[in-house]
């Protein structure tokens, strides 16, 4: 099965072809980063105007890439939530337009689903069940993943989700959008031990996150330095990314405790981040645990992980109608199960 993975949840154009015989024959990513940069943040209505521009040529470019005819496609797959409602349509109209023209079936698919489904794009993929953990601007969750489509959700973000700190933070500090790599950068400068920031939720039980509380304290100890040490923004970016990490990597450790699982899988944009993985290496390493991530462009929106997602939902099934909807609120836990 040959399917077309269109990606447009926010701010980045993603489009993929996957063949289940051949793998990922061709993808491409455009990010909105310098659109969106003066104004410090993601600006939806100009996100979908953006898609809109880009969107079909750059189905058409990967289609060439990919060695791939209209005729030869036998599915469109489309994000259609969670994300910005705009920006979703222009890819879900976009997509089934594509469906109903070609005769092919189209499938919705479920943005975390993607993210989830990424790792399994690599030459080492982990195998069922194992744990994941999605880190990202938007959602930061636990999942423990049984087979493709059947997931359960263990905790997640109460408020901002670890990507949206990170941006949030590196603003504060007045870093260039986009926040994350920037204070990562920044941090590299920094010493940890300089400040001393709380690790939100982890004096109680269970696996829900909160990162709000985090950047609230990074934003009041930097209004609490009354001098102008260039030292003090890059300590202060070391000393949250500690915290960011140290919290992610000991909800993950008691994450695979309390299952039982020995695999972990990190995908998302913060799965990215460099710290992140040589902490995390470390904890599974004692836990006698695995890790895997998808390659550094899947972890951040793109097509190829929709295409994939499309191709399994197809498998097992699914065929949407010719009515457009997309779900700018989707729950994980509400997704129904392949059939097959």
């Not at 040959?2 to 701010?11: A, F, K, M, P």
């Not at 399994?312 to 779900?327: E, I, S, T």
Request: aromatic share 6%.
């Amino acid at each position: 099965m040959r399917v077309l993975g269109i990606e447009t949840s926010c701010d980045d154009t993603g489009v993929a072809v996957y063949d289940t015989a051949g793998g990922l024959l061709a993808h491409a990513v455009y990010t909105q980063d310098q659109v969106h940069a003066e104004y410090g943040g993601v600006v939806p209505e100009l996100a979908s105007r953006d898609h809109i521009r880009k969107l079909l040529p750059l189905v058409g470019s990967v289609l060439l890439q990919a060695r791939t005819r209209k005729e030869q496609l036998d599915g469109v797959a489309y994000t259609a939530g969670p994300g910005l409602a705009g920006a979703l349509l222009v890819g879900a109209c976009a997509a089934r337009a594509m469906a109903f023209a070609w005769r092919v079936p189209a499938a919705a698919i479920h943005h975390l689903e993607a993210h989830l489904a990424a790792p399994l794009l690599e030459e080492d993929p982990p195998a069922y069940p194992y744990l994941a953990l999605i880190a990202s601007g938007g959602h930061t969750q636990l999942v423990a993943v049984a087979a493709f489509g059947d997931y359960e959700l263990l905790g997640e973000s109460l408020d901002d989700a670890a990507g949206e700190a990170f941006d949030k933070t590196a603003k504060l500090l007045g870093l260039p959008y986009p926040g994350g790599p920037a204070l990562a950068a920044l941090a590299e400068k920094g010493r940890a031990d300089a400040f001393s920031l709380p690790r939100p939720m982890l004096d109680r039980p269970g696996l829900d996150f909160s990162f709000s509380g985090l950047k609230t304290h990074a934003r009041n100890t930097l209004h609490a330095q009354k001098d102008e040490n260039p030292s003090v923004r890059a300590d202060l970016a070391c000393a949250f990314q500690e915290a960011v990490v140290d919290t992610l990597t000991r909800k993950c450790r008691r994450a695979l405790r309390q299952t039982g699982l020995h695999r972990l899988v990190v995908t998302g944009g913060v799965g990215a981040n460099r710290r992140l993985r040589e902490v995390l290496a470390a904890m599974v390493k004692k836990e006698n645990a695995a890790v895997y991530y998808p390659r550094g462009e899947f972890c951040t929106d793109n097509g190829a992980m929709v295409a994939y997602a499309g191709c399994q939902r197809l498998l097992a099934g699914a065929k949407d109608g010719l009515a457009v909807a997309v779900r700018p609120r989707w729950p994980l836990e509400n997704l129904e199960k392949p059939t097959d």
